[in-house]
């Protein structure tokens, strides 16, 4: 859910497509388009030569030059605070923004007027960010991380090898047969999902609305006090907002079981990080596998650092978005033609 400031963006079809009445339909009018398109990002722009709109590149550390200033479209990708503020006040004609980030807080705290559509890059992060999360779990399942400091000590893990328990109840060691929840049941969870019950796992959700999505039960959040305590791996791919931040407290960490395991590939905000360590500290979980946190990068003086059975993920879950040019390219068709366009906040 949006901030409540924000709720003005979500606005009817017909006040959206106000800004195609501006363009016309003519052939003229998508000559005299002007698309800003970010080097920080190596796209292929081939894809978005045959709609006669002039192509700027800019830099989006750097304030945008005044040649640029008559923009009709801004893309933007790991864009500065600075640069997106100046845009902000220097593209007067700016009417449609599409950002290739999942979640673009940082645009939508700019400053841009609310007549601008703002679309997000929502499916381009899908596969990194589920392959990300597997790894995660598949490590804090067989514990790649501690195998790891006993290498550089030398040292031979007895306890981590030779035989085992097969799939012991007190004890994450394997995917078959373990409760997963997802909290956070979208479109990155439903490309997750189908691999962890490939691999064995009963895999859950929870989302704002209950249902069943691609065969996966599907809960509100009403229902967390009672499945928190049946998982073995709670994985959470929330978007940052107020209505998300600190969800993961104390009170429910204290209802996961002993063993279970914390993965966060969502937002660092949903978390009350000293909650999570004040509970890894005292063995009451059984670990954690972070990529966000509240402040990126992660300061020295974090507690996290040092905290027990926690991974710290540079936030490398996502930052590769996939086939942004055919999102760009998708959208850019529907906007010259004053339709409706995809992943529009």
């Known amino acids: 859910m949006l901030p409540s400031k924000l709720a003005p963006r979500l606005t009817s079809f017909t006040t959206r497509r106000m800004y195609s009445s501006s363009l016309g339909n003519t052939t003229a009018a998508a000559a005299n388009m002007k698309l800003l398109y970010p080097t920080s990002l190596k796209l292929d722009t081939k894809s978005l030569e045959g709609f006669s709109t002039e192509l700027v590149p800019y830099d989006v550390k750097a304030p945008i030059p005044d040649a640029a200033a ?3 479209v801004l893309v933007t990708w790991c864009n500065s605070a600075d640069n997106l503020k100046d845009a902000a006040a220097k593209l007067s004609q700016l009417k449609w923004i599409q950002s290739l980030a999942a979640g673009p807080n940082d645009v939508l705290a700019a400053g841009f007027p609310k007549s601008v559509v703002v679309t997000t890059g ?3 992060h899908d596969r990194t960010v589920a392959e990300h999360a597997m790894g995660l779990l598949l490590t804090a399942a067989r514990r790649f991380d501690e195998m790891r400091e006993y290498q550089l000590q030398k040292k031979w893990p007895r306890h981590l090898g030779g035989p085992q ?4 109840k007190d004890r994450f060691t394997t995917l078959r047969d373990a409760n997963v929840l997802i909290w956070g049941y979208g479109n990155i969870a439903k490309t997750l999902a189908p691999h962890l019950t490939a691999w064995g796992a009963s895999v859950k959700g929870i989302a704002r609305s209950a249902g069943v999505r691609e065969g996966v039960e599907v809960y509100a959040e009403d229902k967390l006090a009672e499945l928190l305590p049946k998982t073995d791996a709670l994985v959470m791919i929330l978007p940052g907002s107020e209505s998300t931040r600190d969800v993961l407290n104390k009170e429910r960490l204290a209802l996961l079981p002993k063993h279970a395991w914390v993965v966060n590939v969502g937002r660092g905000t949903s978390i009350d990080e000293d ?6 500290e005292k063995g009451e ?7 966000v946190f509240k402040t ?13 059975n926690l991974l710290v993920s540079p936030h490398g879950a ?6 942004a040019e055919a999102l760009i390219a998708y959208n850019l068709r529907r906007f010259l033609a004053g339709q409706e366009l995809k ?3």
């Open 296 to 308: 990126e990068p992660l300061p020295e003086s974090s507690r996290l650092w040092t905290t027990p």
């Open 318 to 323: 996502g930052g590769r978005p996939q086939d």
């Open 70 to 72: 008559d923009a009709d």
């Open 285 to 291: 979980i059984g670990g954690a596998m972070l990529d």
């Open 343 to 345: 992943n529009v906040i």
């Open 122 to 124: 929502s499916g381009l």
């Open 165 to 168: 328990p097969d799939r012991p």
């Open 275 to 280: 909650a999570l360590a004040d509970a890894l």
